[in-house]
C-alpha cells in the first residue's frame, strides 16, 4: 500500500523566516505533486515535479524531487502571512494518475 | 478556461437519509475523478473515471455508494443510506488523462450528516 508521510504536519512560523516541508513516500513514482489549500477551499495545484532532480520555484516557494530518496520538499524562503495555508503532497496512485495525498501541513506564518 | 464545477456546495442531512452530489468538469478533459476528504486529513481517492468506464474504484465502499459519469461528461455521486462517518467535503477533480496528470479541483461539497 502506497504511504505519503509529510512532516511537519502543523507549523507556525515567523514572517522572514525560512522553512522546509517534507514529503516521504513508500513506492517508486518518478512524479510528485504539491497542491494549496486554503481554509474552506479547494485545491490549488503548486507544482508538478515530473522527474528525479526536479526543481520547481514560484515565488518563496520552491519545490524538488529525489526519486531515489523517495522524497520532496517544499522550501519556504522568507515567509510572508499569504502564504498561510495547508500544503499536501501527493504521489500517483498504481492505478494511474489518481492520487494518494498526505495528511497536510498546516502552516501559520505570524508578523 | 471554465474551471471543475460542483454543485450543491453545502448540504446537510440526517443520517440514512440519501444525497447526491453533482460534477461538471473541465471541456475535453477525460479523466474524472471523486475524492472524500474528512476534516484534517488530505483527500482520498473514492473513484476514477476515464471518460464513461470506470478505471478505479477500490476504495468506494459499494454498499452505499454510487457514482456514474453520463456521456463522458458530467458525473453524479450519491449516497444511500448515509452514516455519520460520510461528514467529509467531497471534491471532484479533473485531468487530460495524459502528459502530466496534473489534476484540477472543483470548489467541494461539504457534506455534514446529522
Known sequence: ELKVEQNPLFLSMQEGKNYTIYC????????????????????????????????????????????????????????????SATYFCAVPTNSGYALNFGKGTSLLVTP | EAGVAQSPRYKIIEKRQS?????????GHA?????????????????QFQNNGVVDDSQLPKDRFSAERLKGV??????????????AVYLCANSSGTGIGEQFFGPGTRLTVL
Not at chain 2, 458530467?74 to 461528514?87: C, M, N, Y
Request: hydrophobic share 40%; with cysteine.
Open chain 2, 74 to 87: 458530467d458525473s453524479t455521486l450519491k449516497i444511500q443510506p448515509a452514516k455519520l462517518e460520510d461528514s
Open chain 2, 31 to 47: 479523466t474524472l475523478y471523486w475524492y472524500q476528504q474528512i476534516l484534517g486529513q488530505g483527500p482520498k481517492l473514492l473513484i
Open chain 1, 24 to 83: 516521504n513516500y513508500s513506492t517508486t513514482s518518478d512524479r510528485l505533486y504539491w497542491y494549496r489549500q486554503d481554509p474552506g477551499k479547494s485545491l490549488e495545484s503548486l507544482f508538478v515535479l515530473l522527474s528525479n532532480g526536479a526543481v520547481k520555484q514560484e515565488g518563496r516557494l520552491m519545490a524538488s524531487l529525489d526519486t531515489k530518496a523517495r522524497l520532496s520538499t517544499l522550501h519556504i524562503t522568507a515567509a510572508v502571512h499569504d502564504l
Open chain 2, 19 to 27: 444525497v447526491a452530489f453533482w460534477c461538471n468538469p473541465i471541456s
